[in-house]
């Protein structure tokens, strides 16, 4: 967090107790400025970031208490001092009360008292400026958060209907795939039965053992089995006319798979 040099704006109709003060603070690291009313104090706040005010209770025109409630309402993370004497301590307290001052000093006061609370109360300052930088940054890490996590949140409803989607098409498929009028069916690269669809199914009426996980080769006769190897060891497409499977007679023609699925396998298509 960037350093900065306090501004201390010291208020008092008297221009002695003015150079008293400025006297007490020249060797501290502030900016010390001077007004001799509320009035003038409220222009100096205008143009000025002051972080602290000390200010007399007893002034002609705004008391001290009054011109600390303006500053409250007006620059309330300036923290405010009153200097009083004895005679005004139940305004003072209620004013403490009220939460318009954050501490009051009798006059005269103890120099060395008056700098190590000034340095106090400009302490508590760049705690509450830290907190607060603390409490943006908080609140804008959790925007960004909410923003992340609105956008994921978008992300999977948009990959869920994607996914639906595909569900959706892959089950349509499988039930179009089923209903294919012809013995259709799928193998791995090895020549194990990985699908079946119904009309390949109908082959184990006349006594076929068709099963997923067993070789096709079991199925076929030899010269068709030899067909399969060929396919497969070429990883090619092969065709051949009056294949025998059961009481049947076929057109057998085996695909490789192709695109993503190359060499992941084969398609064996039966026309009677």
């Given at each position: 967090m960037e350093e900065i040099q306090h501004t201390v704006l010291c208020v008092d109709d008297e221009v002695n107790i003015l150079h008293s003060l400025k006297r007490l603070?020249?060797?501290?690291?502030?900016?010390?400025?001077?007004?001799?009313?509320?009035?003038?104090?409220?222009?100096?706040?205008?143009?000025?970031?002051?972080?602290l005010i000390v200010c007399d209770q007893r002034m002609p025109g705004m008391s001290g208490t009054e011109l600390m409630s303006r500053v409250r309402d007006l620059y309330p993370e300036t923290i405010r001092i009153v200097l009083s004497g004895y005679s005004e301590i139940k305004t003072?307290?209620?004013?403490?009360?009220?939460?318009?001052?954050?501490?009051?000093?009798?006059?005269?006061?103890?120099?060395?008292?008056?700098?190590?609370?000034?340095?106090?109360?400009?302490?508590?300052?760049?705690?509450?400026?830290?907190?607060?930088?603390?409490?943006?940054?908080?609140?804008?890490?959790?925007?960004?958060?909410?923003?992340?996590?609105?956008?994921?949140e978008q992300l999977v409803w948009e990959r869920t209907q994607e996914l639906e989607f595909r569900n959706q098409a892959l089950e349509v498929s499988h039930a179009i795939l089923a209903d294919i009028p012809l013995p259709i069916i799928g193998m791995d690269p090895d020549g194990c039965v990985v699908l079946i669809n119904r009309k390949a199914e109908d082959l184990r009426?006349?006594?076929?053992?068709?099963?997923?996980?067993?070789?096709?080769?079991?199925?076929?006769?030899?010269?068709?089995?030899?067909?399969?190897?060929?396919?497969?060891?070429?990883?090619s497409a092969q065709s051949m006319q009056g294949v025998k499977i059961g009481a049947k007679t076929y057109d057998m023609k085996i695909v490789p798979l192709?695109?993503?699925?190359?060499?992941?396998?084969?398609?064996?298509?039966?026309?009677?």
């Open positions: 603070l020249r060797r501290e690291p502030y900016n010390v400025l001077t007004a001799t009313s509320g009035d003038e104090a409220l222009n100096i706040l205008e143009k000025n970031e002051v972080q003072i307290t209620e004013a403490i009360n009220k939460g318009h001052i954050y501490k009051f000093f009798f006059k005269p006061w103890d120099d060395e008292n008056l700098k190590l609370e000034i340095r106090a109360a400009l302490q508590h300052w760049e705690l509450i400026r830290a907190n607060k930088v603390l409490h943006e940054q908080v609140i804008g890490h959790n925007q960004e958060l909410s923003q992340i996590n609105e956008r994921l009426e006349d006594g076929i053992e068709l099963h997923v996980d067993n070789p096709m080769r079991g199925v076929l006769p030899s010269q068709a089995a030899m067909l399969l190897n060929q396919a497969i060891l070429e990883n192709s695109g993503q699925f190359s060499n992941r396998g084969f398609i064996i298509t039966l026309l009677d």
